[in-house]
């Protein structure tokens, strides 16, 4: 009788503990969860956080005049001791001390105990975010919350600086939370920016079982040609990729030119330019070395993160540049396994996800120039990142040009035309052309709420079907916003732009019409 009782207590006890297990599931109400990846600090980075020691380190907090001020005396010493090295003397220990709190060990561990923002369970925990308004993840988030329920979904941030594989265990626990908490047996991906490469991580860790639908949101394919060219001493300050950057961010609402842009015209125009540009790449050039051994390798080149965005054609050169074979042994193994087992591996960790049921798209945009201080600043981009690495390989004409006349896409795909209607983007080829659409003047993961781009991307993450650039007349694949994406039309072919000394002699004017109204403006 004791044995049969205590038999009876046994099971009794390992149902009652298995109730909160099934307690925990909800019944599948057809409605599939979204996990949304994030990109590179989304949220700022901070040092010990939850103590009294709470600093915030990246972006760092630092005091601005100061800052001017200690440039200042370091360009005045440089030009009075006809000596880069006096600048370097201030800027570079001023710059060490702002960026060392967020370095790595030599084995591309974290050297202090940094971290961000999680949110590990779906949005209904975390209204602020829920109902969050504005561009970006978080318009996208809200849009999700609209169409699904903050229950069902999920935001994935991450420390930006880790491997991508160490991140893609956490972003499995979230998977398999969203899975347990919809009672749905798979999750639809968003991957923003540089979760693009913390997705690919977790497919070649834990394979596509659990995804239903997979969207790249101007992810990071194949590297960055920002990270790239730093990473191999392509630092350059270009004069149309200065102009053109201020351009982008200056000019008015209807496409008027804002007034650093027509001074800079104006400056270029008169000669003044040019000889200042120079002046500032002679400075960088002289200074490369000290910025490499006394800056970059201490602080950002022991970061396996910043090593997931370096693309297949300079990664050996800037590992064997930047890195200690002996030192670094570890770290050199950590971002080994991600370059060659997950970024050249994309096409076929992707074509394998479709083999098995998964429906994959791209978003890539374009004709938003990057910041001016790297070579490949004249690559077609969406203000942060290039064209041809988020959508896997597009050729494109530099910005503000067109691809030759009489251009030929590079891969014949069974007669289909994959140029833009501006001639501007030649799709064919991209790791899946037939997967990739483009928005011209669509900023960096420019998910404005309640935006044509928000839906288009709902289109794509909700469809039963696989989706290509042919399958929906009202989905083309190349697509142009007047608005940053709050409403997109079908791109035409672009109007032809002034240029030579007939656009120059309106600059000028425009310059000079914009200064005696600021001046009578001034007067009033």
């Given at each position: ?20 297990a099934?307690?925990?599931?909800v ?22 956080k939850?103590?009294?020691?709470e ?5 760092p907090?630092?005091?601005v005049?100061?800052?001017v ?29 702002l ?8 084995d ?11 949110f590990p369970?779906s949005?209904a ?8 308004t504005g ?9 999700a919350?609209?169409?699904?329920g ?8 991450y420390?930006?600086r880790?491997?991508?594989?160490k ?27 540089l ?15 659990s ?8 992810g990071v ?6 990270a ?14 200065l102009i ?10 209807d ?23 120079n002046?500032t790449n ?9 910025l ?9 080149c ?10 297949n ?9 930047l ?17 060659y ?5 994309t ?6 996800a479709?083999d098995k ?19 490949s ?7 942060v ?8 390989g ?17 891969k ?39 935006s ?15 989706q ?13 916003s007047?608005?940053?994406g ?12 002034l240029?030579?000394?007939?656009g120059?002699l309106?600059s ?5 019409s914009?200064?005696?109204k600021?001046?009578?403006s001034?007067?009033?």
């Open positions: 009788m004791k044995k049969i009782l205590s038999v009876i207590l046994a099971i009794l006890i390992a149902t009652l503990g298995a109730v909160p099934f307690a925990a599931v019944t599948d109400d057809g409605k599939t969860p979204l996990i949304v990846v994030s990109g590179m600090n989304v949220f700022p980075l901070y040092k010990d939850g103590t009294p020691n600093q915030q380190v990246f972006l907090k630092f005091d005049p100061t800052l001020f200690k440039g200042i005396y370091g360009a005045a010493s440089a030009a009075v001791y006809q000596d880069w090295n006096k600048l370097g003397d201030v800027l570079i220990p001023t710059a060490y001390s960026f060392e709190p967020i370095a790595f060990n030599a591309g561990t974290s050297k202090y105990n940094v971290t961000t923002d999680t369970a949005l925990n975390y209204p602020d975010m829920a109902n969050s561009g970006g993840e978080r318009g996208l988030l809200h849009t919350c609209d169409k699904l903050a229950d069902h979904v999920y935001y994935f941030n420390d930006w880790e491997d991508p594989m991140n893609a265990v956490d972003l499995n626990t979230m998977i398999e939370r969203a899975k347990t908490e919809s009672g749905c047996g798979k999750v639809d991906i968003a991957a923003c920016s979760g693009g490469a913390q997705t690919m991580a977790y497919i070649e860790k834990y394979g596509t079982g995804i239903e639908n997979l969207v790249f949101v101007t394919l194949e590297g960055t040609y920002i790239s060219d730093l990473m191999t001493h392509k630092i350059k300050v270009d004069k149309e990729a053109r950057y201020i351009d982008s961010k200056t000019k008015a609402a496409g008027t030119q804002g007034t650093f842009t027509q001074i800079l015209e104006l400056l270029d125009c008169l000669g003044i330019l040019s000889p200042v540009l002046l002679n400075g960088i050039d002289a200074l490369y070395e000290r490499s051994n006394e800056l970059v390798k201490n602080n950002f022991t970061m396996p993160g910043i090593w997931a965005a370096v693309r054609d300079v990664y050996e050169q800037a590992k064997n540049e890195l200690d074979k002996t030192a670094n042994t570890e770290l050199i193994k950590k971002i080994d396994y991600f370059h087992q997950v970024r050249l591996r096409k076929e960790l992707l074509q394998d479709m049921g998964v429906r994959v798209a791209i978003c890539s945009n374009y004709n938003s120039p990057p910041v001016p201080i790297f070579a600043a004249d690559q077609h981009g969406d203000s990142l290039d064209t041809c690495c988020t959508s896997g597009a050729t494109s004409a530099p910005i503000g040009k067109t691809l030759p006349a009489g251009y030929v896409q590079q014949y795909l069974g007669g289909k035309d994959y140029i833009s209607p501006d001639n501007v983007i030649d799709a064919s080829p991209c790791l899946f052309p037939e997967l990739v659409w483009f928005f011209k003047d669509v900023g960096h993961v420019g998910c404005t709420y309640n044509d781009y928000n839906e288009f991307i709902f289109w794509l993450l909700e469809t039963k079907t696989q290509t650039v042919w399958t929906d007349a009202l989905h083309p694949q190349f697509m142009a007047d608005d940053k709050k409403t997109l039309y079908a791109l035409k072919e672009a109007p032809p732009q240029s030579g000394l007939f120059c309106i000028v004017f425009n310059a000079f914009t200064i005696i600021t001046l009578s001034l007067a009033v």
